[in-house]
């Protein structure tokens, strides 16, 4: 079946009257196979434009083939398929449209049988005749990517048009009830959202809002603003009703990440810079504290490195820093943390540790510098470190302070020789 077919069936000749769009569209493909005149002429294309290209390419809210599968397999388990979107006009503007699926197998071929009714004067002429309260509905309702109506007592909720289609859903879709919502919640948001929701409800704050995950029809998470209040209330004062309004925010979301992870990670190293792991290292004195855990803090300063820089370049002196940051993190426990201080200095942060396992775990990092073949690998001379060690709480419960015991302490391993790690108060003791 194609549109330059020279005598096309009887049946198709009669669709080619008709003042609405139809497209006879390939299931597994979503190829467009057949078209009246209508499904290409109301877009502003020619026929050639249209047959044997995907329908997808004519719509502004099914994105993709496995959002196109999941519709497929819908129409298919349904008699009439309904979905109303969006279709790209060739001048760039959007018509509104009301499509009618169904699907039926003609020699052995399965097709589904698409009726795309053009919708604008409908949309219009509802706006003209909603009355007021309905004009303020349709207006926030088409301000915000969608709306919800929750019936607290029945916990049915009414899902907009407008969220449907956020979510990749048709207008028939998604059942209306609570469940809906928050079993697509991301499990690591459920428990905080339902927590910020019941809150409202009893009366702890004045509205709910919050910023979440949500599951689209995809499967993918969308970053979402979601707001609402109770608007009316039961004989005895108990919420029977709330309203709200969810925004889709994944791109600021997004962008919001990854200007967090730069603020954060050291350029150079990748390693944590020393905004975030002065605020890590304060989290872990807390939590230690909380838990009458040992801590062990270290400060690492490589030997020579000035040298590395003035006879090497410091070129070679960042590829350096480089490879000792990789080298020193093969070395340490999951739980324990390194971040760059600045310069060729770095700070260890050891949770849960005695000195003697702190003493375990730097001595365990000498020797991984020591394997390293630096002549071989960069042709300079073997790098060494020395490093300062002090303990929480038996030295200071300050991060300032015990930073400043462990600086002390590395200074202390520099007079004594290099490559070696000492104790913060312990004037004697050295580590090689």
Known sequence: MTQGATQPPPTLNLFQHLSDAVYLLDPETSNIVWCNRAAYEDLGLSAEEVLNH???????????????????????????????????????????????????????????????????KRVALEQELSAR????????????????????????????PQLKRMLGYGPDEMTPHVATWSDNIHPDDRERVLGVLQEHLDGRR???????????????????????????????????????????????????????????????????????????????????ARTELPLCLGIIDLDHFKAINDQHGHAMGDEVLRRVAATLSQGLRRSDSLF??????????????????????????????????WPAELGIPPVTLSAGLARFP??????????????????????????????AGEDEQTVD
């Not at 009618?100 to 919708?119: C, M, P, Q």
């Not at 060729?344 to 073949?373: N, W, Y």
């Not at 419960?397 to 070696?420: C, F, I, Q, S, T």
Request: neutral net charge; aromatic residues 8%.
């Open 54 to 120: 995907s329908v997808l390419s004519l719509q502004k809210d099914v994105t993709g083939l496995p959002q196109w599968s999941e519709i497929a397999k819908v129409i298919r388990s349904v008699p009439c398929y309904t979905f109303v979107g969006r279709h790209r006009h060739k001048d760039g503007s959007e018509i509104p449209v009301e499509v009618n699926t169904t699907h039926f197998v003609d020699e052995g071929k399965a097709y589904f049988l698409s009726i795309a009714r053009n919708i604008s």
């Open 206 to 288: 004045m509205r709910y809002e919050t910023e979440y995950r949500l599951r689209n029809r995809n499967g993918l998470y969308l970053w979402v603003h979601d707001r609402g209040r109770t608007c009316e209330r039961d004989a005895k004062g108990h919420p029977s009703r709330m309203v709200g309004m969810v925004q889709n925010i994944t791109e600021r979301k997004l962008l919001e990440m990854r200007l967090e992870n730069l603020a954060n990670i050291d350029d150079l190293t990748r390693l944590p810079n020393r905004r975030a792991g002065m605020l890590h290292l304060e989290q872990q004195l807390t939590l230690a």
């Open 133 to 160: 309260e309905h004009q303020l509905w349709f207006a926030l309702n088409e301000a915000m990517d969608g709306m919800w109506d929750w019936n607290v007592r029945t916990n049915e909720v009414f899902f907009s």
């Open 394 to 423: 038996g030295d200071h419960r300050h991060p300032e302070k015990l930073l400043a015991l462990a600086d002390r302490a590395v200074y202390r391993a520099k007079k004594e020789g290099r490559n070696r790690t000492c104790f």
């Open 340 to 373: 760059r201080l600045g310069g060729e200095e770095f700070v260890l942060v050891l949770p849960g540790t005695s000195p003697e396992q702190g003493r375990r775990i730097v001595e365990g990092l000498h020797d991984l510098m020591a394997q390293t073949d």
